[in-house]
């Protein structure tokens, strides 16, 4: 992913709300299934870390993403964005 098309989803990433929160048991199973059906229908998602997870927010999206095959856009102080086209029906388009 380039650093423009990071940019881009970036922007379009600002006007999500966290759809799902890891909490204190972390990267579970139930966790990583419910993230890939979330990005399977949206592409593009913000997760939340809770205060009392004790990992390190770029730890897990990194988990999460190698998971979920997905790729990370950002992880800001306890939010993690993340995206992965649609194979079947893209709704984001990235820039070249």
Do not use: W
């Amino acid at each position: 992913m380039t650093s423009k098309q990071r940019s881009y989803l970036k922007g379009l990433a600002m006007n999500i709300d966290p759809i799902i929160n890891v909490g204190k048991g972390s990267v579970t199973p139930e966790i990583i299934k419910a993230i890939d059906e979330a990005i399977e229908k949206r592409e593009l998602i913000k997760l939340g870390v809770l205060k009392n997870c004790m990992d390190d927010p770029h730890e897990i999206a990194e988990t999460i993403a190698g998971r979920t095959k997905s790729e990370v856009v950002q992880v800001i102080g306890k939010k993690i964005i993340l995206f992965r086209p649609n194979k079947k029906d893209p709704k984001i388009l990235l820039p070249k």
